[in-house]
């Protein structure tokens, strides 16, 4: 496998697994919402939030908010790996921009989680990487 094709495996690995915990965090309050009772819900959310990664040994074990801003932290230096020669356009800065907000949004999370915070990082990571395909092809 030529470093190109493994710079590319590694930027789609770290978006899927990125995307995918910002789907993890933005369902979960909307599971709680429709399945706990409302006093119990702020435990069940911190408890949600302070879950940490299983497949990892248990003392290097991250919570899955540290992971999230870990991954959306890679998701650059990955794809302008796996880029290579692709141009700079105005859908590589509606990415970067869109990156940023998201980062922004991890950030906030880190800080302070609560409700329409869990919801910000999918559509923002979703549509950089509508961004991204479009940059790419185009």
Excluded: C
């Amino acid at each position: 496998m030529d470093a190109y094709r493994l710079f590319v495996a590694l930027h789609l690995l770290t978006a899927v697994m990125a995307t995918g915990l910002a789907l993890y965090l933005a369902l979960m309050p909307i599971a709680l919402a429709r399945t706990a009772p409302a006093a119990h819900r702020p435990h069940l959310l911190a408890a949600a939030l302070a879950a940490r990664w299983p497949y990892l040994p248990t003392s290097r074990r991250p919570q899955l908010l540290h992971l999230a801003l870990l991954l959306t932290l890679l998701l650059p230096p990955t794809g302008l790996l796996a880029a290579g020669e692709v141009g700079r356009n105005g859908w590589f800065a509606l990415k970067v921009g869109l990156w940023l907000l998201a980062l922004l949004a991890q950030l906030l999370l880190l800080r302070r989680p609560l409700v329409p915070a869990l919801l910000l990082p999918l559509p923002l990571l979703l549509a950089a990487a509508a961004a991204a395909a479009l940059w790419v092809r185009g």
